[in-house]
């Protein structure tokens, strides 16, 4: 089936600092690829959704300077939290659409935990 | 906007129990429905899916109808087991060449033996 994996896994920094976070397609190519963010005990919100060699397209509220996107190639996306704050602490998990697909099948990734101290 | 509302958590049950997970939703035109799962510590899957009014999606013996006139999209299976223990969401996709999912809060399914 397809799979999708998040490096890292989990993550701890220091508030001020940046972290990338990748996100791989490992047996497809992926047109779009949607970022979301999870708070405990609450659901997915999604942040923004980018297609492959164009910008995201940020959801309402999602500063897109400090949450910056690259989807650089069919099957990589990236999520680099900039100047991270205790805030920014949260699960962050990805998914990618088939490039034949229906337009709406989304394999999610395991996801990523941001610790920011 | 588009919204889903779906039952509290958490659910705790018996093996082999009936369950069922309540979700109703809010959108313009017509939206697809799902049910994703969720695993401890994995990524989450779809469940099972339904694309018009009156559609029943069915998978590993769960069950949901897309019941236009009551907006609802339950989830049911006749009896459950330690396996199916996860986080249940309910989802919708609008219209519009996006297709964004719009998720509801998940619930947490514990089955005990």
């Known amino acids: 089936g397809a799979v999708v994996s998040q490096h890292p896994s989990w993550v701890i920094c220091k508030s001020g600092t940046s972290v990338k976070i990748e996100c791989r397609s490992l047996?497809?190519?992926?047109?779009?690829m949607f970022w979301y963010r999870q708070f405990p005990k609450q659901s997915l919100m999604l942040m923004a959704t980018?297609?492959?060699?164009?910008?995201?397209?940020?959801e309402q509220g999602v500063e897109k300077d400090k949450f910056l996107i690259n989807h650089a190639s069919l099957t990589l996306s990236t999520l680099t939290v900039t100047s991270a704050h205790p805030e920014d602490s949260s699960f962050y998990i990805c998914?990618?659409?088939?490039?034949?697909?229906?337009?709406?099948?989304?394999?999610f990734g395991p996801g990523t935990r941001l610790l920011v101290l | 906007g588009n919204s889903v509302t779906q039952m509290e958590g958490p659910v705790t049950l018996s093996e082999e129990a009936f369950l069922t997970i309540n979700c109703t939703y809010t959108?313009?035109?017509?939206?697809?429905l799902f049910w994703y799962v969720q695993y401890p510590g994995e990524g989450l899957q779809l469940l099972l899916k339904?694309?018009?009014?009156?559609d029943k999606g069915s998978n590993k013996g769960f069950e949901a109808t897309y019941r236009k006139e009551t907006t609802s999209f339950h989830l049911e299976k006749g009896s459950v087991q330690v396996s199916d223990s996860a986080v249940y969401f309910c989802?919708?996709?609008?219209?519009?060449?996006?297709?964004?999912?719009?998720f509801g809060s998940g619930t947490q399914l514990t089955v005990l033996p």
């Open positions: 047996d497809f190519q992926a047109t779009t």
């Open positions: 339904a694309t018009k009014a009156d």
């Open positions: 980018s297609n492959e060699g164009s910008k995201a397209t940020y």
């Open positions: 989802a919708l996709t609008g219209s519009g060449s996006a297709r964004q999912l719009t």
């Open positions: 998914s990618a659409s088939p490039l034949r697909a229906d337009g709406e099948t989304q394999y």
């Open positions: 959108a313009t035109g017509y939206p697809s």
